[in-house]
């Protein structure tokens, strides 16, 4: 069997995603019968139909469902190289790097400062560093073990450090020097924050689905939730805000990951000759 086309593949993501080949083929900008029969071709080439049809749209099988996946993730890798490969093409270009909003701001501070070389940052939500580099939008990331995707990426240790929670200050909590995670685990009026795991999916708990800091920033402030976090990742905390250490909490390490092959040696060698 020959190799799969990109275009095949993006024909049969809009197809799988819209369930419908009329909007589909405007999505693509292109006329309805070639989709369907290209379509009809890939199905043919693979030897297992991808789609039940009938006249009110499509339905995936399951054949259909793996090829989905696996075509979103080999249409990113695409886009990835082609974004490496021009960056890589550009010498003038600045390295980017991508770090959670308000995670290790003082590091990052330092970093910058210590750099001879223009670097580009580019701020995210949490558990976005990964993504970004893999799709070749940043060369570098400043993520945190045991919390982020560090799967198939080189990594440097720069710093570790303990763990605080995030209360409301009028919360009796505030007003402790130290818990433990078993005591912030279990205040009835105040749930503990759920952020997404790494397959996007939410732990099951009382406390609120957050996925950005602003939300999480002003449910504190309002006495809806609290949270465990680094203790470096206060620099976002708010005058409704108090920091109380866990002292049972794991440590968490500041890393420095990136790609194997990117061209990052420099930044990874002033990191590492930092003192915190």
Not at 194 to 213: H, I, M, S
């Amino acid at each position: 069997m020959d190799d799969l086309e990109t275009r095949e593949l993006r024909y049969f993501v809009a197809v799988a995603e819209e369930l419908h080949f009329g909007r589909a083929a405007a999505r693509l900008g292109i006329a309805q019968p070639p989709l369907s029969r290209a379509i009809t071709q890939l199905e043919r080439r693979l030897g297992v139909r991808l789609l039940d049809r009938d006249r009110r749209g499509a339905a995936l099988t399951d054949a259909g469902r793996v090829l989905l996946r696996e075509a979103r993730t080999a249409l990113d890798a695409v886009a990835a190289a082609v974004r490496r490969t021009r960056r890589a093409g550009d010498p003038e270009r600045p390295l980017v790097l991508v770090t959670k909003a308000g995670a290790s701001h003082e590091l990052l501070r330092a970093l910058l400062d210590t750099l001879a070389e223009p670097v580009e940052v580019l701020l995210c939500e949490v558990g976005e560093q990964a993504h970004r580099l893999r799709d070749g939008q940043a060369d570098i990331a400043l993520m945190h073990r045991p919390f982020d995707d560090l799967a198939g990426f080189d990594t440097a240790d720069l710093h570790t450090e303990s763990q605080v929670a995030i209360v409301p200050a009028a919360h009796p909590l505030a007003a402790r020097d130290s818990v433990t995670l078993a005591e912030v685990s279990a205040v009835p009026d105040l749930p503990i924050a759920r952020w997404p795991r790494l397959d996007g999916t939410y732990p099951d708990g009382p406390g609120p689905e957050v996925r950005t800091q602003s939300q999480l920033a002003q449910l504190v402030a309002l006495g809806r939730t609290l949270l465990v976090i680094p203790a470096s990742s206060r620099a976002w905390q708010w005058p409704e805000h108090v920091a109380v250490p866990v002292v049972d909490a794991p440590d968490v390490t500041t890393v420095l990951a990136w790609p194997p092959g990117s061209p990052v040696q420099s930044l990874v060698r002033s990191a590492a000759g930092l003192s915190f």
